[in-house]
């Protein structure tokens, strides 16, 4: 048997053992061996195609070694971050979650659950930032989590009240994880993972999206692919046909990547969905996922030569929302071009010609109304700041026909901010609650749908993400 040196998070994932032994004749099939035994383990050394994390160092007996160097039995193999990793932690470092103070958590933790107080769940660069407070006013830092490492997305699926956060360590690579309170602690889930055979490794989990059916949850994963949680996220499968579409080799990555970050599902039918992928256009589905096919009718890929737009398949959709109370209309965020569908995504119009710039990531629909959504505009294509740094959101109240600028409270004068397509929420309330953040790390508000804004956060990391809890 040869031995394992294990440190924090890969020793709390082995019961707290800092050495644990394994058979193998190299260092590889030692930590094969080593995941297969001790599951908890699998996907943090090894990614899905069994090949050593970019980010991790590996030593025999104090010498640096390759992946299939030899071992024999009495070895000593130390698994170590790699100093190319930079900082960022896992379940040890980043799974912890820590108040700024524990009466201001107290305090607005009695206030958010009142009607008139939000909680936001903010990913940035360097970890989860909890913003708590009064809807129409000063909100707190109640918690911060995954210190130092990417939290891509995080939600509250009101179904159960479950946290789920996607993380990207460096190191360890993306996952999915759980918690009952944000500020007491996160475990982390199994997966999402590709299953052996798909010959591909997870890169990023961009969205989750809780289902129609009870426990069932779904992630949106780079390179793009959709796949199903039957328990509330906490074990994860492919859905293979959508993975399995025979186009899927002339699929071109945005600039994001090749990644599905769009899940739209369809109120009282789980056998309904529709998805978007950067940047290969809209796919449904009528039977579960079991079959899909474009609905990419009237979408315009102006980046590409007029020639060649009628047959594109690299359609580079940056957000797409369902609302809920119209289920076939589908509002929808291009590169280049906001669309509005009203026949499920099946063909899509253009509406963004009363906006200064129809370039943007993010789009938010009203979940009472479906004639009224609300966009960010900015400058296309290299630029992709606010238009005259100028913030304005706009909103249309008429399904696209007209748009209005909305801008009170924001920065109106050399403020080149850029929102990202995860970074802009709304909170379902009456009158809507509107939020969103920037890479700049301003997170702002608006608790009257967009009429008034005021700033929530500043000096935070770069935003990803914002989300109404």
Same mark, same amino acid.
């Given at each position: 048997?040869?031995?394992?040196?294990?440190?924090?998070?890969?020793?709390?994932?082995?019961?707290?053992?800092?050495?644990?032994?394994?058979?193998?004749?190299?260092?590889?099939?030692?930590?094969?061996?080593?995941?297969?035994?001790? !599951?908890?383990?699998?996907?943090?050394?090894?990614?899905?195609?069994?090949?050593?994390?970019?980010?991790?160092?590996?030593?025999?007996?104090?010498?640096?070694?390759?992946?299939?160097?030899?071992?024999?039995?009495? $070895?000593?193999?130390?698994?170590?971050?790699?100093?190319?990793?930079?900082?960022?932690?896992?379940?040890?470092?980043?799974?912890?979650?820590?108040?700024?103070?524990?009466?201001?958590?107290?305090?607005?933790?009695?206030?958010?659950?009142?009607?008139?107080?939000?909680?936001?769940?903010?990913?940035?660069?360097?970890?989860?930032?909890?913003?708590?407070?009064?809807?129409?006013?000063?909100?707190?830092?109640?918690?911060?989590?995954?210190?130092?490492?990417?939290?891509?997305?995080?939600?509250?699926?009101?179904?159960?009240?479950?946290?789920?956060?996607?993380?990207?360590?460096?190191?360890?690579?993306?996952?999915?994880?759980?918690?009952?309170?944000?500020?007491?602690?996160?475990?982390?889930?199994?997966?999402?993972?590709?299953?052996?055979?798909? #010959?591909?490794?997870?890169?990023?989990?961009?969205?989750?999206?809780?289902?129609?059916?009870?426990?069932?949850?779904?992630?949106?994963?780079?390179?793009?692919?959709?796949?199903?949680?039957?328990?509330?996220?906490?074990?994860?499968?492919?859905?293979?046909?959508?993975?399995?579409?025979?186009?899927?080799?002339?699929?071109?990555?945005?600039?994001?990547?090749?990644?599905?970050?769009?899940?739209?599902?369809?109120?009282?039918?789980?056998?309904?969905?529709?998805?978007?992928?950067?940047?290969?256009?809209?796919?449904?589905?009528? $039977?579960?996922?079991?079959?899909?096919?474009?609905?990419?009718?009237?979408?315009?890929?102006?980046?590409?030569?007029?020639?060649?737009?009628?047959?594109?398949? #690299?359609?580079?959709?940056?957000?797409?929302?369902?609302? !809920?109370?119209?289920?076939?209309?589908?509002?929808?965020?291009?590169?280049?071009?906001?669309?509005?569908?009203?026949?499920?995504?099946?063909?899509?119009?253009?509406?963004?010609?009363?906006?200064?710039?129809?370039?943007?990531?993010?789009?938010?629909? $009203?979940?009472?109304?479906?004639?009224?959504?609300?966009?960010?505009?900015?400058?296309?294509?290299?630029?992709?700041?606010?238009?005259?740094?100028?913030?304005?959101?706009?909103?249309?109240?008429?399904?696209?026909?007209?748009?209005?600028?909305?801008?009170?409270?924001?920065?109106?004068?050399?403020?080149?901010?850029?929102?990202?397509?995860?970074?802009?929420?709304?909170?379902?309330?009456?009158?809507?609650?509107?939020?969103?953040?920037?890479?700049?790390?301003?997170?702002?508000?608006?608790?009257?749908?967009?009429?008034?804004?005021?700033?929530?956060?500043?000096?935070?990391?770069?935003?990803?993400?914002?989300?109404?809890?």
């Amino acid at each position: 048997m040869t031995t394992v040196v294990l440190r924090a998070p890969l020793r709390d994932l082995a019961g707290g053992q800092a050495e644990v032994e394994a058979e193998g004749t190299t260092v590889v099939e030692v930590l094969r061996s080593l995941g297969s035994a001790r !599951p908890a383990l699998a996907g943090w050394i090894l990614d899905e195609r069994g090949r050593v994390r970019e980010h991790l160092a590996l030593f025999v007996n104090g010498e640096r070694a390759d992946p299939e160097a030899p071992v024999r039995p009495g $070895d000593r193999i130390h698994v170590l971050p790699s100093i190319s990793g930079g900082a960022g932690g896992a379940r040890g470092e980043a799974g912890r979650a820590s108040d700024r103070s524990g009466r201001a958590s107290e305090r607005s933790g009695r206030a958010w659950g009142d009607a008139d107080a939000v909680e936001l769940l903010v990913g940035t660069r360097k970890g989860l930032v909890v913003l708590r407070g009064p809807r129409d006013g000063e909100v707190e830092v109640a918690a911060r989590a995954f210190a130092g490492t990417p939290v891509e997305y995080a939600i509250r699926d009101r179904r159960t009240g479950t946290y789920l956060a996607s993380v990207t360590s460096a190191r360890y690579g993306p996952r999915v994880y759980l918690a009952d309170d944000p500020a007491a602690g996160w475990e982390p889930a199994s997966g999402p993972a590709f299953p052996a055979d798909a #010959d591909a490794a997870v890169e990023r989990v961009w969205t989750i999206e809780p289902g129609e059916e009870e426990g069932v949850v779904f992630a949106g994963v780079a390179p793009a692919a959709l796949f199903q949680s039957e328990d509330g996220g906490r074990s994860w499968a492919l859905v293979p046909g959508l993975w399995d579409q025979p186009t899927r080799a002339a699929w071109q990555p945005g600039a994001g990547g090749l990644c599905l970050h769009s899940v739209a599902t369809w109120p009282g039918d789980p056998s309904r969905l529709a998805v978007g992928v950067s940047a290969a256009g809209v796919w449904l589905t009528e $039977d579960g996922g079991e079959t899909w096919w474009r609905g990419n009718r009237g979408l315009v890929a102006r980046y590409l030569p007029e020639e060649a737009r009628e047959s594109a398949v #690299d359609l580079c959709v940056h957000d797409l929302q369902r609302s !809920p109370v119209e289920p076939t209309a589908l509002y929808l965020q291009f590169h280049g071009g906001v669309y509005r569908s009203d026949d499920a995504g099946e063909t899509w119009e253009e509406i963004g010609g009363g906006l200064p710039s129809d370039f943007g990531f993010p789009i938010v629909v $009203d979940p009472r109304d479906p004639a009224r959504a609300f966009v960010i505009p900015l400058v296309a294509d290299e630029d992709r700041v606010t238009p005259g740094g100028r913030v304005r959101v706009y909103g249309t109240a008429d399904r696209g026909a007209t748009w209005e600028a909305l801008e009170e409270g924001l920065p109106q004068r050399d403020a080149y901010l850029t929102v990202l397509r995860q970074a802009f929420c709304h909170d379902g309330r009456d009158p809507l609650g509107l939020y969103f953040g920037a890479t700049s790390g301003e997170v702002f508000g608006s608790a009257d749908a967009g009429r008034t804004w005021r700033t929530l956060a500043r000096r935070l990391p770069p935003v990803l993400s914002v989300r109404a809890a």
